[in-house]
């Protein structure tokens, strides 16, 4: 089964930038859309940002947009989130996700795969 491994998350203050990165392996990565999520303590799950399988096609939170870019590059089989002008709401746990079937979802159930996370905390 596919495997997704989150990491480049840290400290950063306001206005500061990130960028997030997700291996995968055990599956064939180009052929799945990708997709990121957070979630801030006491709230659900949201959707940040998702990715077609060609990577042709983005889509983005109302929150996010303008400020973040997700990316990929199926020959590493890897993802990006790239994060600017960094606010305190954007402080989360953000995990990274693969759908084999669709094309880029805002939707949990759309996604059977899940990294394990990586934590940013804007201060302010």
């Known amino acids: 089964q596919v495997q997704l491994v989150g990491s480049g998350g840290g400290l950063v203050q306001a206005g500061g930038s990130l960028r997030l990165s997700c291996a995968a392996s055990g599956g064939t990565f180009s052929n799945y859309a990708m997709g990121w999520f957070r979630q801030a303590p006491g709230k659900e799950r949201e959707f940040v940002a998702a990715i077609s399988w060609r990577g042709v096609s983005t889509y983005y939170a109302d929150s996010v947009k303008g400020r973040v870019t997700i990316s990929r590059d199926n020959a590493k089989n890897a993802a990006y989130l790239q994060m600017n002008s960094l606010k305190p709401e954007d402080t989360a746990v953000y995990y990274c996700?693969?759908?084999?079937?669709?094309?880029?979802?805002?939707?949990?159930?759309?996604?059977?795969?899940w990294g394990q996370g990586t934590q940013v905390t804007v201060s302010s």
């Open positions: 996700a693969a759908d084999p079937y669709g094309s880029g979802s805002s939707k949990r159930i759309a996604y059977d795969y």
